[in-house]
């Protein structure tokens, strides 16, 4: 059965984006198109309309470099130049900002034999002194992206890429992010991004300016499941703000008798991990309609007994305390309850596995 691993990782930043009539603001972003040259150059990238600036302000080590230009039409502008470090074992972009901000940092990282040597480069990404994570390009037109959820510590920030072995480390956009303080808390660390899925057919995925903090979600079809949509408006205005697209499409079971089930295995058998649902009820239910489960994981622990989804609004269940698994494995059973009379439903889901950082980054 296919799982939720990796969904986001391979994820080539081309596909048509879904417009949106409305301008959002982008205040509060950063996004840096590394290598663009010269410093003070911006432009708007098209399909987004995400206004990309140069990383010059931020970095004064690297070498700036283009993806070979045949590829240019499989991605967005901002992975058409890159910051490479053939120099110096670590090269940090530095950001003054302002301690206790909550955000979102997306490093995006396109090779497109750059360099022409046909080599796929390995390194790390730190954040501070703290590794955060393990980039292995996996071919010259795949797009690798990694995405953190994290709160400052201090009134700077630092994200270094870290040479490991003999190839030379690259970085083709920078973005950050602001979130709301009140969402995606922690006990302690900040959040990798293993997942972001909407459950619906449709081939796009959605981010700014559909998702107004820029969040990144792919689509995702379960295995014998069916998928329902609206064309009403749905509220999506609880603190977690997902966009109406991924409000409008939810999964339930092909065989409307069965359990729904979600799986995937979190790499590091001690990982720890926050795990957000999204669910509003987007079918029209008779008067004598009920829609209740439970959901259980891991063989019968209890995540949430009960849940009717409110009409045409988003509910948001996550765990307060990080969970983990013996075996890194999780599965969530969502189970119609005795008094139900339709199939369980989920909209949207997102997988983090705690990252903690030792002393203050
Ligand atoms: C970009 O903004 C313009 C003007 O506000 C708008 O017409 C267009 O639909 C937007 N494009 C996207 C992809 O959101
Ligand atoms: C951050 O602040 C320091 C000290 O005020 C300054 O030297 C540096 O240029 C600033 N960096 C950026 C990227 O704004
Ligand atoms: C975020 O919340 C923390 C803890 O509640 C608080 O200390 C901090 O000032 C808040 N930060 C912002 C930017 O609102
Ligand atoms: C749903 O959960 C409740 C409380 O944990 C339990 O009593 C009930 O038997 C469960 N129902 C089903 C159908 O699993
Ligand atoms: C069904 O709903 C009734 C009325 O709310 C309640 O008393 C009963 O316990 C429920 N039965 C099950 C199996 O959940």
């Not at 879904?18 to 205040?27: H, K, P, Y």
């Not at 590829?71 to 490479?84: D, G």
């Not at 969040?215 to 009403?232: E, F, H, I, N």
């Not at 609004?313 to 189970?335: E, H, L, Q, Y």
């Amino acid at each position: 059965m296919k799982t939720l691993n990796g969904v986001l990782l391979l994820l080539i930043i081309t596909f048509a984006f879904l417009q949106s009539a409305q301008s959002q603001d982008q205040s509060g972003f950063i996004s840096l198109d590394c290598g663009l040259v010269p410093k003070d150059t911006t432009y708007t990238e098209k399909t987004t309309n995400i206004t990309y600036v140069s990383d010059g302000n931020h970095i004064d080590s690297g070498v700036v470099g283009k993806i070979d230009e045949t590829l240019r039409t499989q991605f967005q502008q901002q992975a058409w130049n890159l910051r490479s470090f053939p120099e110096g074992e670590r090269n940090c972009y530095n950001f003054n900002l302002t301690r206790n901000q909550k955000y979102l940092i997306r490093g995006t990282f396109v090779y497109g034999n750059y360099d022409g040597l046909n080599q796929l480069p390995s390194f790390d990404l730190h954040i501070g002194s703290t590794k955060w994570a393990s980039i292995s390009i996996r071919g010259v037109a795949t797009g690798s992206i990694r995405e953190i959820i994290h709160v400052l510590t201090q009134d700077r920030l630092q994200v270094c890429l870290v040479k490991t072995g003999v190839t030379t480390p690259f970085i083709s956009s920078l973005e950050l992010r602001p979130l709301n303080n009140g969402t995606y808390v922690t006990q302690t660390g900040s959040l990798m991004l293993v997942s972001r899925v909407y459950f619906s057919p449709s081939p796009s995925f959605i981010r700014y300016d559909e998702d107004i903090h820029d969040r990144v979600w792919m689509p995702y079809v379960g295995a014998k499941t069916s998928s329902l949509r609206t064309d009403l408006e749905v509220d999506t205005s609880n603190l977690y703000k997902v966009p109406q697209l991924v409000a409008k499409t939810a999964m339930i079971p092909a065989n409307p008798s069965e359990a729904l089930s979600l799986e995937w295995t979190l790499a590091g058998i001690t990982a720890q991990s926050y795990i957000y649902m999204h669910f509003a009820e987007i079918q029209n239910l008779e008067a004598n309609e009920i829609r209740e489960f439970n959901i259980t994981y891991n063989g019968g622990l209890n995540w949430f007994s009960f849940f009717r989804p409110a009409k045409l609004s988003v509910t948001t269940i996550f765990n307060p305390r990080a969970v983990s698994s013996p075996d890194g494995r999780f599965k969530f059973t969502f189970a119609m309850t005795g008094n139900s009379t339709l199939p369980p439903l989920i909209n949207a889901l997102e997988i983090y596995k705690v990252l903690d950082f030792p002393s203050d980054a």
